[in-house]
């Protein structure tokens, strides 16, 4: 494949390969020398015109360790300010070489659009697309699920919060289907997308329900700053019903896992004490999230040689 830009784009043997490659690429963390020169050569650009932190910085680290060169655009202290279009910004990274344009947007189908275009030659990679998906985050997501649980056929995995903003909800939904895991969307209606009845979800209001049955608790950010109507329920009524807390967690069986994508609001969905929690995994899903964008830019760049070599490690 040629660009990532929706997690319906993989077939499980794609995800597959993503995730098995990403756990060769993983155990380079614990090597003294961390880069291999699978891309050396190759230009990745980050081309993010929303913030980010863990996203843009994890696919800078991801491309340095496999040895290829990093351009970072960010929109603010851009030519974006001058009134620079999509069409015009994309010309100029084809101008620079670009290999692989990775690219967060807040509209969604902004990927898309790149990839085809005909703007730019190279692979495009969706880092976040409006409220539209976000599939390197449901792939470090599976990921970190696969470590602690294995395989996700029949596993259960509860999303929590606000589905209507969230990119992330959407492309862990089409994933974790396609790896065989049974995804429920706990939301307040409110919050809950037109539309959902043709996602492969379950659906409920009541998170105490939930919980019990869950192998993996997905909690996710309120995104006011996508809430242009107010926000209701009110953030006290959402923590109330929706937040994970300390009560709340006592009900999960033992091996169930907590996750957030981050960024956290600490007690509005999640309490602090359940964050850094021993069931809580939110920090090693950043680590993760290093070696599945490694694994991904590698696949998509064809790497001339094998991901990981002893041999291939290189200063
Ligand atoms: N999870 C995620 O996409 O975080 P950032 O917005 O910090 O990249």
């Known amino acids: 494949k040629r660009h990532l830009l929706s997690a319906a784009d993989l077939s499980r043997d794609d995800a597959e390969l993503v995730l098995t490659t990403a756990e060769e690429l993983r155990s380079l963390a614990d090597r003294p020398i961390k880069k291999l020169p699978a891309l050396r050569g190759r230009t990745v650009v980050n081309l993010f015109f929303e913030d980010s932190t863990r996203t843009r910085i994890s696919f800078e680290a991801a491309a340095k360790r496999l040895s290829a060169d990093v351009i970072n655009f960010a929109a603010k202290g851009s030519s974006l300010s001058k009134g620079e279009s999509l069409k015009d910004t994309a010309l100029t990274l084809e101008a620079m070489g670009a290999d692989a344009v990775v690219v967060r947007h807040s509209a969604s189908g902004a990927p898309h659009r790149l990839a085809n275009s005909g703007w730019v030659r190279s692979s495009v990679v969706n880092a976040g697309d409006g409220t539209h ?20 056929d029949g596993r259960r995995v509860a999303i929590v919060g606000d589905v209507l903003h969230s990119r992330v909800a959407r ?22 997308p037109v539309g959902i009845e043709s996602w492969p979800v379950e659906t409920s209001y ?99 040689q094998p991901a990981v070599s002893t041999e291939g490690l290189s200063e």
């Open 133 to 152: 998906e976000h599939p390197t985050q449901a792939l470090l997501d599976a990921f970190t699920m696969w470590r602690h649980l294995g395989s996700l």
């Open 171 to 192: 492309s862990n939904a089409l994933l974790l289907r396609t790896l065989g895991a049974e995804v429920t969307l706990v939301s307040p209606p409110t919050l809950l």
């Open 206 to 304: 009541d998170l105490d329900a939930v919980l019990p049955k869950a192998d993996v608790v997905m909690m996710l950010r309120v995104q006011r700053e996508r809430m242009h109507g107010g926000f209701f329920p009110t953030a006290r009524e959402y923590s109330r019903r929706y937040g994970l807390d300390g009560r709340r967690m006592a009900t999960l069986q033992d091996h169930t896992i907590v996750m957030h994508p981050g960024p956290m609001v600490r007690g509005m969905e999640i309490t602090a004490d359940v964050a850094d929690s021993d069931r809580s995994v939110i920090v090693e899903q950043v680590t993760n999230g290093v070696a599945v964008r490694m694994a991904v830019l590698y696949l998509l760049l064809g790497g001339s």
